[in-house]
């Protein structure tokens, strides 16, 4: 079965550009999340959905970020624009939702790292 | 606020021994669950195992094995007999029953197995 797949790998941009990550969750997760990944901040959650329903995104640094889930198969987050502070690896994870608060596990992709110049 | 310390930034052992990760965790609901989750070099996290706040049996897998502790709010993660293979950093994290979906990850530990 395959696991959950974001692309790119890796980026790499210039200040004031636009990024677009991009996120397939596994086949029949119904929740899906990004996280974003630095030394200094650890693993943060950024947003998440339940049902293509975003649920929580306090954990959005700004509004130079947005993610949408147009199905149950797609998800996208974007930068724009893009500074060097973003630079940090970026995860997305699914899961299969039942209940809010079921403790379900989370699949996590491989990850996008990504370089702003 | 919930929290999860992970107070050990980085340990190193040699192959064959036996180490043991410490989680300490912070709520104030008594229904959580707790997770330990291998961030091996190629990047990607695995999860590893799920504790239910009810549950306070240890667990073994193989070589892993988990002491969860609601006394003292800790559940430490051991390795036995490590091997090179099981270098990564180790991830505890916490999430709360029948509220949310978000899980919160400690810092993690960055485990060195040298040969």
């Known amino acids: 079965d395959a696991g959950v797949i974001q692309s790119p790998r890796h980026e790499v941009t210039e200040m004031g550009q636009e990024v677009t990550l991009r996120c397939k969750p596994i086949?029949?997760?119904?929740?899906l999340f990004w996280y974003r990944q630095t030394m200094m901040r650890g693993l943060e959650l950024l947003i998440y959905?339940?049902?293509?329903?975003?649920?929580?995104d306090s954990g959005m640094p700004e509004d130079r970020f947005s993610a949408k889930m147009p199905n149950a198969s797609f998800s996208t987050l974007k930068i724009q624009p893009s500074e060097p502070r973003d630079s940090a690896v970026y995860f997305c994870a699914s899961s299969r939702y039942r209940t809010s608060g079921s403790g379900n596990e989370q699949f996590f992709g491989p990850g996008t790292r990504l370089t702003v110049l | 606020a919930q929290k999860v310390t992970q107070a050990q930034t980085e340990i190193s052992v040699v192959e064959k021994e036996d180490v043991t990760l410490d989680c300490v965790y912070e709520?104030?609901?008594?229904?959580?669950?707790l997770f330990w989750y291998k961030q091996p070099p190629s990047g990607e996290l695995v999860f590893l195992i799920r504790?239910?706040?009810?549950?306070?049996q240890n667990e073994i897998s193989g070589r892993y094995s988990w002491n969860f502790q609601k006394s003292t709010s800790s559940f430490n993660f051991t390795i036995t007999a490590s091997q090179v293979v099981d270098s990564a950093v180790y991830f505890c994290?916490?999430?709360?029953?029948?509220?949310?979906?978000?899980?919160?990850f400690g810092k993690g530990t960055r485990l060195h197995i040298l040969p």
């Open positions: 086949s029949g997760h119904n929740s």
């Open positions: 959905f339940n049902n293509n329903v975003p649920i929580d």
């Open positions: 504790r239910n706040s009810f549950d306070e």
């Open positions: 994290a916490l999430s709360l029953m029948n509220r949310d979906d978000k899980i919160i």
């Open positions: 709520t104030r609901d008594t229904t959580y669950y």
